[in-house]
């Protein structure tokens, strides 16, 4: 099976791994973006998953920084 996609393959087919549990899929301003949750309501930007280049020059948003969120945004 070939899965022509953006989406790492962890985030796909997640195993068993404890590692993998703090990672979430969050739409953060029409963005969509693969974080990692540090606290409750915080969460730094692991990977923008988007095909518009615009989303990448959006400041605030890059791989690394952290973002805050309220709780109707989580998946």
Known sequence: MTLYTI???EYI?????????NIHFLNYGG??????????YS??????VSTDPA?????GIEPGS???VKQSFLN
């Not at 989303?55 to 400041?59: G, R």
């Open 7 to 9: 989406v790492p393959e």
């Open 13 to 21: 087919f997640p195993g068993h791994s404890e590692a993998h549990e």
């Open 31 to 40: 963005i969509p973006v693969i974080c990692e949750q540090s606290d409750h």
């Open 43 to 48: 969460f730094r930007v692991e990977r923008i």
């Open 55 to 59: 989303h990448f020059l959006v400041k």
């Open 66 to 68: 952290i973002l805050s």
